[in-house]
């Protein structure tokens, strides 16, 4: 056989053979690859309309938000199927609005300078004239994410039943009974650790727990010398300072820093930009300290919704991402808590959130495939209820199946 004829033969046979690949590919049961739009180098952007939700809805909702009829915001997007649908900013000079208290010692302001001062502008709520926000107490989510992923990579060998006081020097450690010693990592994450901590009161009462340590030096010596006053695992306790402890602990395990070990296998990976403040002695503010802006945010929401994978490759394993939307306790406002996520109950089901003082939310609403953010500095009185958001938001949403939703894994 010729070399031509050869050729002609297996040309045809590709011709003849293609058209029946390509209709097995087709078939109803066949499985096309799914494409998952990762905004790694950013959100793609679409229409609200092109993805369900209505947009003249949102734009009342925005014009609500401009006025300031919830409270002080910074800024409000929303994300679904992957794409960035509504964005808007609201400019507040919190230089003029707080110029008072910026100057006069308080429980949110009790050095005068530097970055627990709430007041200064140059610190707060963005992060030196960047568009860094500070996200407060969204700094715990992203501190279960990143614990996740060590354990996930099994650089954090430690189980979760393993006692607090196992990474202390028991002899260096105040109020030490047997509740105390029966205080396990699971109980750091789920807020029920039984120490004797007052946060129920606001932040600039001089009463807060959590501003007393802000006031310290050695913020992890102030919150593991507290006694004890539950049985550790009983009784939800929101406390800063059982976050605060896993900084702390990530170094002592891991030997690694928490902030620079997020850098590498989780802010990197997903194409953030952050800073992380750090507390007097140099240890990272897990309890508070994160700055990002609202499309990074977005990003950590984006990550669970796909079960921990980001470009196809594993970052958090299936397992963290569940334990941690798991309802362990039940919390204030009807919430029940996660390992440090928020969990809203929703017609028999939960909207998974972090949130943070002054405004900062992140909710992401895994049937609709749905993720808002809002960013604000309402620090001298109470931020909108998470219910007042959510009703506003979600009826201008439509059931839509996305074309990217078979790509969670």
Known sequence: MTSKRATCLI?????????????????????????????????????????????????SFDAELAVG???????FQVFRCGAEIFARTYAHDYGHIYAKEAKTKGPLNARLSGPYNYFDPNWHPFYHG????????VSKTVT??????????????ASLNTPVLNFFDVARVKNVDARKRRM????????????????????????????????????V?????????QEPGKVFNYSSGATELLAYIFQKETGQDIDAYGEKYLFAPLGMKHHWKRTYLGVVDTEGGLFLNGDDLAKIGYLYLH?????????VSKNWVTESRRPYIGAEDKFQYGFQWWLYPLNGRFVWMARGFGGQELMVFPEENLIAVFTGWEILKDSSPTKALIDRLLPAVKPIQCAETEGKS
Not at 144 to 157: H, Q
């Open 11 to 59: 040309v045809g046979a590709f011709v003849i053979l293609l058209p029946i690949a390509v209709l097995i590919a087709a078939e109803p049961g066949a499985k096309m690859p799914p494409h998952v739009p990762w905004p790694t180098t950013g959100w793609r952007k679409a229409t609200p309309a092109s993805v369900g939700v209505d947009k003249q809805s949102l734009e």
């Open 69 to 75: 009829k919830y409270m002080l915001v910074d800024s």
């Open 130 to 137: 960047t568009d860094m926000h500070t996200m407060q107490s």
């Open 144 to 157: 279960s994410v990143i614990l996740g992923v060590a354990i996930t990579r099994g650089d954090f060998k």
């Open 184 to 219: 396990t990592l699971k109980h750091v994450l789920t807020m029920t650790t039984g120490l004797n901590w007052n946060e129920e009161v606001p932040y600039d009462d001089p009463r807060s727990d959590s501003s007393l340590m802000e006031a310290t030096d050695d913020w």
């Open 221 to 229: 010596q102030y919150v593991i010398d507290k006694p004890m006053a």
């Open 307 to 315: 079960n921990g994978s980001w470009e196809d490759k594993r970052i």
